[in-house]
């Protein structure tokens, strides 16, 4: 029964935190922890949030707003991504990658049979 219990926990977490945007996270102190990477390796969120919203990070304020720039990045879009829920955010991904493979599949080069 004990096992159960655990496995019903976890279960109901999982599906609560699914049900969760970034945002809501933020508040409950999910997000709460410095940002270690280079501001290239960071997410969009991640650069969100160390730009807009003062999550800590160890970049300086200028690597931020460069990599920002750079893949421009805006206040609208930051807004969406934040308060998008996570299983949502997962449906997208997986919308896209199925897309992305539909597309590799039909441009990969058909063998010809060998002629002697």
Same mark, same amino acid.
Not at 20 to 39: D, H, I, N, P, Y
């Given at each position: 029964? $004990?096992?159960?219990?655990? @496995?019903? +926990?976890?279960? /109901? #977490?999982?599906?609560?935190?699914?049900? @969760?945007?970034?945002?809501?996270?933020?508040?409950?102190?999910?997000?709460?922890?410095? /940002?270690?990477?280079?501001?290239?390796?960071?997410?969009?969120?991640?650069? @969100?949030?160390?730009?807009?919203? $003062?999550?800590?990070?160890?970049?300086?304020?200028?690597? +931020? #707003?460069?990599?920002?720039?750079?893949?421009?990045?805006?206040?609208?879009? @930051?807004?969406?991504?934040?308060?998008?829920?996570?299983?949502?955010?997962l449906a997208s991904w997986?919308?896209?990658?199925? $897309?992305?493979?539909?597309?590799?599949?039909?441009?990969?080069?058909?063998?010809?049979? #060998?002629?002697?």
């Amino acid at each position: 029964m $004990d096992k159960l219990h655990q @496995c019903l +926990i976890a279960g /109901v #977490a999982i599906v609560a935190i699914s049900g @969760c945007s970034a945002k809501q996270s933020q508040q409950l102190g999910m997000r709460s922890s410095t /940002v270690t990477k280079v501001s290239q390796q960071m997410s969009n969120l991640e650069l @969100c949030e160390t730009y807009l919203y $003062d999550r800590s990070t160890t970049q300086t304020h200028f690597a +931020i #707003a460069s990599e920002w720039s750079r893949r421009g990045l805006s206040r609208k879009y @930051c807004e969406e991504t934040i308060n998008q829920l996570y299983i949502s955010a997962l449906a997208s991904w997986l919308v896209a990658n199925k $897309d992305k493979k539909t597309t590799e599949d039909a441009t990969k080069p058909v063998p010809l049979p #060998a002629t002697n």
